[in-house]
Nanobody, 124 residues
Framework: QVQLVESGGGLVQAGGSLRLSCAVS????????MGWFRQAPGKERAFVAT????????YTADSVKGRFTISRDNAKNTVTLQMNSLKPEDTAVYYC?????????????????WGQGTQVTVSS
């Protein structure tokens, strides 16, 4: 089984920064495309960012482009989401996900493994 555990969420003022981390265990981490998604209260789950197997390619949603950066360290089996210039509308539960047989994907159905999520709250 593949297990993903997110950490780093919390409460932050608008304009501040948070760094989320996802630890992956159970399979070879380097074989997976990784992604971050988020779900705000009362809204559907939305794509945030994705990174390919070796970290050479990334893609981020327009809503976070220029503010959020996704990266990975295959030697440590971790993927990171650096969030800067946070806005109240970024408030959500953030989920780490792993998928196979894709390069980059914004489609949640390409991801077969999901973490439990970590809460990010941005106050104005």
């Amino acid at each position: 089984q593949v297990q993903l555990v997110e950490s780093g969420g919390g409460l932050v003022q608008a304009g501040g920064s948070l760094r989320l981390s996802c630890a992956v265990s159970g399979r070879t981490f380097s074989s997976y495309t990784m992604g971050w998604f988020r779900q705000a209260p009362g809204k559907e789950r939305a794509f945030v960012a994705t990174i390919n197997w070796n970290g050479g390619r990334t893609y981020t949603a327009d809503s976070v482009k220029g503010r959020f950066t996704i990266s990975r360290d295959n030697a440590k089996n971790t993927v990171t989401l650096q969030m800067n210039s946070l806005k109240p509308e970024d408030t959500a539960v953030y989920y780490c996900a792993a998928g196979g047989r894709v390069g980059l994907s914004s489609d949640e159905y390409d991801y077969g493994y999901w973490g439990q999520g970590t809460q990010v709250t941005v106050s104005s």
